[in-house]
């Protein structure tokens, strides 16, 4: 039994009635039958604390509420199908449960999966329902986000090989290339959760400012200002900067409330006349 089956299963918790048995078992376990034997006592149930059985009522209750994601079994002939007593039921939620709009996308892509999944010739029902149990947890949309999705599984398997092959090395060249390699795959991964990322927002990016602080003698604008660059405005007369229209419209100060002046004029420096006449000082240092 895996152990997503005996977290589903839920073993009763021990109540008041099973307690008072379990003090009568204690009781009676010296007695003996009309035969000599001793009577078999029954099997303990674990009492599980509060924090516990808040979190599988938790875990429960998430799995109740989300539809129904079959996983593959393989036949006796060796045939990899849907886990569902009625075929035609089991692809369909299992077509909306990797986001596949095609019937002809399903079959070569779970086919995929397990050729993935497996290591050796026969299929692996754990490696290959693992790869389609990371496509469903992405939830993918549509059918670009699970290849992606099953892209990215393969690559953790990858990852993983490689991460033990690290862990067992015998020399440094073994040492290296195993490193090389997962080094690579890790940051494939990184590379297609950014990718996931950026399709599924369109290449957009939302700043959301949640603290605004205005100290005394401050001024801000409360509102939408929207400014133009990249040579969208107009243009300054001393450096043909491009600028924003109507910038200055948006940050008109009220009457009387009082703005930075321009720095001050200063004197320039002085500008020497005349030919310099002294010879160079040697910068070299002077002997005696």
């Given at each position: 039994?895996?152990?997503?089956?005996?977290?589903?299963?839920?073993?009763?918790?021990?109540?008041?009635?099973?307690?008072?048995?379990?003090?009568?078992?204690?009781?009676?376990?010296?007695?003996?039958?009309?035969?000599?034997?001793?009577?078999?006592?029954?099997?303990?149930?674990?009492?599980?604390?509060?924090?516990?059985?808040?979190?599988?009522?938790?875990?429960?209750?998430r799995?109740r509420?989300?539809?129904?994601?079959?996983?593959?079994?393989?036949?006796?002939?060796?045939?990899t199908?849907?886990?569902?007593?009625?075929?035609?039921?089991?692809?369909?939620?299992?077509?909306?449960?990797?986001g596949?709009?095609?019937?002809?996308?399903?079959?070569?892509?779970?086919?995929?999966?397990?050729?993935?999944?497996?290591?050796?010739?026969?299929?692996?029902?754990?490696?290959?329902?693992?790869?389609?149990?990371?496509?469903?947890?992405?939830?993918?949309?549509?059918?670009?986000?699970?290849?992606?999705?099953?892209?990215?599984?393969?690559?953790?398997?990858?990852?993983?090989?490689?991460?033990?092959?690290?862990?067992?090395?015998?020399?440094?060249?073994?040492?290296?290339?195993?490193?090389r390699?997962?080094?690579?795959?890790?940051r494939?991964?990184?590379?297609?959760?950014?990718?996931?990322?950026r399709?599924?927002?369109?290449?957009?990016?939302?700043?959301?400012?949640?603290?605004?602080?205005?100290?005394?003698?401050?001024?801000?604008?409360?509102?939408?200002?929207?400014?133009?660059?990249?040579?969208?405005?107009?243009?300054?007369p001393?450096?043909?900067?491009?600028?924003?229209?109507?910038?200055?419209e948006?940050?008109?100060?009220?009457?009387?409330?009082?703005?930075?002046?321009?720095?001050?004029?200063?004197?320039?420096?002085?500008?020497?006349?005349?030919?310099?006449t002294?010879?160079?000082?040697?910068?070299?240092?002077?002997?005696?």
């Amino acid at each position: 039994m895996t152990v997503s089956e005996q977290i589903m299963e839920q073993a009763p918790v021990a109540g008041p009635t099973e307690k008072k048995q379990r003090r009568r078992s204690r009781s009676s376990r010296s007695d003996k039958t009309g035969k000599g034997q001793t009577e078999t006592l029954p099997a303990k149930l674990y009492e599980r604390t509060r924090q516990e059985q808040a979190v599988v009522d938790a875990y429960l209750t998430r799995e109740r509420a989300r539809a129904p994601r079959p996983s593959l079994m393989v036949t006796k002939e060796g045939n990899t199908v849907v886990d569902h007593p009625d075929p035609p039921t089991g692809g369909t939620l299992l077509m909306e449960a990797i986001g596949a709009s095609e019937p002809d996308f399903v079959t070569p892509f779970l086919d995929q999966l397990v050729n993935a999944g497996t290591i050796g010739r026969k299929a692996d029902p754990a490696g290959m329902n693992f790869m389609l149990a990371v496509v469903k947890g992405i939830e993918p949309r549509d059918q670009i986000e699970a290849m992606l999705a099953a892209q990215m599984a393969a690559v953790h398997m990858a990852s993983m090989t490689f991460a033990r092959r690290l862990n067992h090395v015998e020399n440094i060249p073994q040492q290296d290339s195993a490193e090389r390699a997962f080094n690579k795959l890790t940051r494939t991964f990184a590379t297609q959760m950014e990718a996931l990322k950026r399709y599924r927002t369109g290449g957009q990016q939302k700043v959301t400012v949640e603290h605004f602080h205005n100290h005394a003698g401050g001024q801000a604008i409360v509102g939408n200002v929207s400014v133009t660059g990249g040579g969208g405005g107009g243009q300054l007369p001393n450096c043909s900067q491009p600028h924003a229209p109507g910038i200055s419209e948006a940050l008109a100060l009220a009457a009387g409330s009082s703005v930075w002046s321009p720095d001050e004029g200063r004197e320039p420096l002085p500008i020497t006349e005349g030919e310099w006449t002294d010879p160079v000082p040697d910068a070299r240092r002077r002997e005696g």
